[in-house]
């Protein structure tokens, strides 16, 4: 009997050592998965070329410190709730596109006027990173961190059928995606009417809209060259678009995952960014105009100077319809030139 506690007793403390080893083996602390919402299908440009790559790299670079964790699509968020799912910890990481933000980010939207923005999606999202960090949009990222921020190629307007004047749009209904899209629509007489992007083609389709305001790399992702057939080109201003954290979340996480995450963002990745909406903006041009029947319309001189000295004006009364507009104006417009000049 004796010995049989003894050799209970060894095996008892056998046990209590492996359990020690064990848990000494283990992390501190269990890895940290951050869930980035693409919220684009799965074969978007975007996503195969530059957030699942983005994603990609970071997780090889945190050796098994945290990981994103990548969902496509609009089943855990989609752009019109994107943000409120981020700021509400859904998820942890997004793209999406301010305007889509219910108001939330009017001085962010400086470039979607006429004639701000220089048309090159790589130097105006570089001005518009430094418009950031120069700290004057600092009341409207009160509850984000942006990781990358970007201005797309220039605005253009598609439409289903050919209109049968550029020099008054009036009685078609155009998808405006913004407030100052709206503002700008209505100066060319046509009436805007409110559809997020995705909501684009079944309202062209059903002809509940007659055309779009956006630009060439909505094309692509949202089959829009199926329920367009003519554009016409002009500076109409840009949209912008971001990659996105809540700042609580982002001030949780340890030091650690902050560097990492933040070397992979910033001015550089989104001069990239914009770099590869450039060209997805010229494939999408050259492939649309492929297509049988799709035509370029061109406004005459007469046109163009009616549609400038209609549109000149939007600038400036946006600057004035929100505070700091003036001064955020003017320095985005000075961002812009530094880029250009190599700055």
């Known amino acids: 009997m004796k010995q049989i506690k003894t050799i209970c007793a060894a095996f008892l403390v056998s046990m209590a050592a492996v359990a020690a080893a064990s848990l000494t083996a283990r992390p501190v602390h269990a890895e940290i998965v951050l869930k980035f919402a693409t919220v684009d299908v799965p074969q978007a440009q975007d996503n195969i070329e530059v957030l699942h790559p983005w994603a990609d790299k970071i997780n090889k670079e945190a050796h098994g410190l945290f990981s994103i964790q990548l969902y496509d699509g609009g089943a855990i968020a989609n752009q019109s709730n994107v943000y409120d799912q981020v700021v509400n910890d859904v998820v942890q990481i997004a793209w999406g596109l301010p305007a889509a933000a219910a108001g939330k980010f009017r001085l962010l939207q400086v470039a979607e006027s006429p004639f ?199 600038a400036d009364e946006w600057a004035k319809s929100v505070p700091g507009g003036d001064k955020v104006l003017a320095s985005y417009r000075q961002f812009i030139s530094d880029a250009k000049a190599g700055k």
């Open 116 to 314: 701000v923005a220089s048309g090159d999606s790589e130097i105006d999202s570089v001005a518009l990173w430094r418009l950031y960090k120069s700290g004057l949009l600092d009341k409207e990222f009160d509850q984000v961190v942006p990781l990358q921020l970007i201005i797309f190629p220039t605005t253009s307007l598609y439409f289903r059928q050919k209109p049968q004047t550029l020099e008054d749009l009036k009685g078609l209904k155009i998808i405006a995606l913004s407030r100052t899209q709206s503002v700008f629509l209505t100066k060319l007489g046509a009436a805007p009417i409110s559809f997020r992007l995705d909501e684009a083609y079944v309202a062209l389709q059903r002809s509940a809209a007659d055309g779009i305001a956006t630009a060439w790399p909505a094309f692509q992702p949202f089959k829009l060259g199926d329920v367009t057939h003519s554009y016409v080109e002009a500076p109409l201003g840009s949209g912008d678009g971001y990659i996105f954290m809540a700042r609580k979340q982002w001030n949780a996480l340890p030091e650690g995952v902050q560097k990492i995450l933040a070397e992979n963002s910033g001015e550089a990745a989104s001069r990239a960014f914009g770099k590869f909406w450039n060209r997805v903006a010229q494939e999408g041009r050259e492939a649309t105009l492929k297509r049988p029947g799709y035509t370029q319309l061109h406004l005459t001189a007469a046109q163009a100077e009616d549609w400038h000295n209609r549109l000149a004006p939007v």
